[in-house]
């Protein structure tokens, strides 16, 4: 139901000369007859929760959640390998939202103005008491990280749940937060682009279902043409196997919304198009990523095999005639 520490480490053949990613001529705007598998990936791909930033050099770097947050790195999107813990000594300061747990979850890393700026939560199963925090680094590198303290914080009494931090910059160059999990669903704040933190007080409701579940978190704003897409996770997570997760999307034309669907569903009203469901052997597709790369934007997630291990998928997003993306 929530973010669960589901760390698996699956050896792969690190030897294994990766194939080269395909440079597609175009972005398509057909979309595929049926949901495709995830793109190639070897090596160390056991993640959940996955973030990624593209690096200034163009290699890759992921941080996914696990204890004091595992970072993953790699040359060509393709061959992935562990690359140690954002907090090697540990982050006692979350322990009073962990009950004393080293596991922190669903970080979002970006790299912005020569620094790396990691949003990340602190919480236990099905608790309100949870908060989000911020670290920064200059090399992204284990042990560099900088606690830059707390960005906001729930309690048991609060109607929404501070986990699943995503940070967006603006057309306008503003920076705001979104974050949500169940309840009350998504929200979003605005953040002070000189030290990352809040700024002011206001909060947004962005998106929220309705009716007998209120299963939707991992949010995601991705600003494309003229556009933002909000990203969201349906349903449940962290069943392996059995896991329901599903990527749904709306767009605005502001990134305080209001989102709506293809069908002109207001995301606070329980809208939402999907993306990426369950399909053969990949179950539960969730907590998704859009990164622009230079040859295409990359929806990043994780997803659950048939042994309920979590693995890293990666597939290609391509926009149809009205705009609406699609994997392929």
């Known amino acids: 139901m929530w973010k669960r ?3 698996a480490l699956l050896l792969g053949a690190a030897a294994v000369r990766p194939e080269p990613v395909p440079v597609p001529l175009a972005t398509p705007t057909t979309p595929p007859a ?3 598998n ?3 990936v070897t090596g160390d791909i056991g993640v959940h929760d996955p973030s990624v930033v593209k690096r200034p050099d163009g290699s890759y770097l992921l941080v996914h959640t696990g204890d004091n947050l595992t970072i993953k790195t790699s040359t060509d999107r393709t061959a992935w390998h562990n690359a140690g813990v954002v907090f090697p000594g540990g982050a006692p300061w979350t322990t009073s939202y962990t009950g004393g747990s080293a596991s922190l979850w669903a970080p979002d890393i970006s790299y912005r103005n020569g620094r790396y700026y990691l949003y990340y939560s602190a919480s236990t199963f099905g608790s309100r008491n949870s908060a ?3 670290a920064t680094s200059t090399t992204g590198a284990s042990g560099s990280w900088a606690n830059q303290g707390l960005i906001i914080s729930t309690t048991s009494s609060s109607n929404y749940n501070a986990i699943d931090p995503n940070l967006v910059v603006d057309a306008h160059g503003r920076w705001w937060l979104s974050f949500g999990s169940f309840w009350t669903g998504i929200k979003l704040i605005q953040l002070d682009p000189a030290t990352g933190k809040r700024l002011g007080t206001s909060i947004t409701g962005l998106a929220q279902r309705t009716g007998s579940t209120t299963a939707i978190e991992a949010p995601f704003i991705f600003r494309h043409g ?3 897409y909000l990203w969201v996770s349906f349903d449940a997570c962290c069943q392996g196997a059995s896991s329901t997760y599903r990527i749904m999307v709306g767009r605005s ?8 669907d293809r069908n002109g569903v207001a995301m606070t009203s329980g809208g939402g198009t999907q993306v990426l469901a369950g399909h053969g052997s990949v179950h ?3 907590h998704q990523a859009v990164v622009p790369d230079s040859d295409a ?4 997630y994780h997803y659950y095999a048939d042994n309920g291990a979590p693995l890293l998928g990666i597939n290609l997003l391509g926009y149809d005639s009205a705009g609406w993306p699609f994997v392929y």
């Open 132 to 134: 989000i925090f911020l």
């Open 34 to 36: 049926a949901y495709p």
């Open 297 to 300: 934007e990359v929806l990043y």
């Open 253 to 260: 034309t502001s990134v305080t919304g209001p989102y709506v």
């Open 226 to 228: 003229s556009y933002y």
């Open 284 to 286: 539960g597709p969730g």
């Open 5 to 7: 520490a589901l760390v």
């Open 38 to 40: 995830p793109g190639r």
